[in-house]
């Protein structure tokens, strides 16, 4: 997944102030303040972004509630 994440170029890439860490794609930052909607965002374009390049759907490992 990290490498499929890294090939639709998000690697260190952010999305408002939540990021895809700069050495690690599997990885979600929070750049300062960003909310759990924010960082819920960023991790559903990159599995949107995934999907639309491999035909992959990739999903979290961690569980949101």
Known sequence: AGWLIEQCGWKGRSLGRAAVHEHQ????VN????TGEEVAAL????VEDVNRKFGIEISP???II
């Open 61 to 63: 490992e961690v569980n």
């Open 31 to 34: 750049r300062g303040g960003a």
């Open 43 to 46: 991790a559903a374009r990159i």
């Open 25 to 28: 794609a599997l990885v979600l």
